[in-house]
């Protein structure tokens, strides 16, 4: 929860507006905010644990989209953990796996329409619709 309030405390600082509001409770509370008055405070007592991390987005491809069964997972640039779930086409779960990604990666999965959701990390996730026909 800290890490998000830091990420809000950077993205959203005081306009105006807060200010006001701040000192119109102040003279009522006889007690300033202090984190509307030093932008800095929250940055020093709480946040410099947590610094911002740019987020990178990695473009994911399957093929061959439809299969006869067996299709490759392709995430240029990127190599880490993955968490695959695979669902039905009703969008029931049925399966969950933890894998490490370090090159192109092959999957089998027998005839139907799947939904295959990949999270690279917790900013980075990707759906896709799979037919699959061995016909």
Not at 43 to 58: L, M, N, Q, V
């Amino acid at each position: 929860m800290i890490p998000d309030l830091c990420s809000w405390h950077r993205s959203d600082k005081a306009d105006s507006a807060e200010i006001n509001r701040s000192l119109t409770i102040a003279r009522i509370q006889s007690d300033v905010n202090p984190f509307i008055f030093d932008p800095s405070l929250a940055e020093r007592c709480f946040c410099a644990p947590y610094p911002d991390i740019p987020t990178k987005s990695y473009s994911v491809n399957i093929y061959p989209n439809p299969s006869k069964g067996l299709f490759y997972i392709d995430i240029p640039n990127y190599k880490g953990p993955i968490i695959m779930k695979i669902s039905d086409q009703s969008g029931k779960h049925l399966e969950t796996h933890h894998l490490m990604y370090s090159g192109l990666m092959s999957w089998r999965l027998v005839d139907g329409v799947w939904q295959i959701y990949l999270e690279l990390n917790e900013y980075s996730t990707r759906t896709f619709i799979m037919l699959i026909q061995n016909r």
